[in-house]
């Protein structure tokens, strides 16, 4: 087995367990119950309005939470969208570097 083949098979296995750690994540994410859902959520809201609302830090309490009501639903469809996306591409990439060679076929498969 030459050096370029030993690369490939633990670049595959690093791969794999960042898709396995990402499934975790996910996991952990999707487990919080809605009040933490919605303080992890509602913090990370603050920090975008902040940052493309410009004078967000001046606006009175009731500006600031329409604008946290108006930009809470995109946030969190990009989020959830964002970490289905990255698992795509860890698995696209594992898929890759893993190779057709090392997928057992049913063909090799004896009963």
Do not use: C
């Not at 087995?1 to 490939?8: A, E, V």
């Not at 367990?17 to 959520?41: C, D, K, N, P, R």
């Not at 493309?52 to 990009?78: F, T």
Request: net charge neutral.
């Amino acid at each position: 087995m030459g050096k370029k083949n030993i690369l490939r098979i633990v670049s595959a296995g690093a791969v794999w367990i960042a898709v396995l750690l990402w499934m975790l994540f996910i996991y952990s994410m999707s487990a919080e119950t809605s009040e933490q859902s919605g303080h992890t959520s509602g913090e990370v809201v603050d920090k975008i309005a902040d940052i493309i609302v410009p004078g967000y830090d001046e606006l009175p309490e009731e500006e600031k939470e329409s604008v946290k009501d108006k930009l809470s639903l995109p946030v969190r469809k990009l989020a959830h969208f964002t970490e289905y996306a990255v698992l795509g591409a860890l698995l696209a990439l594992a898929v890759t570097l893993t190779g057709r060679h090392t997928v057992i076929t049913t063909k090799k498969i004896i009963i």
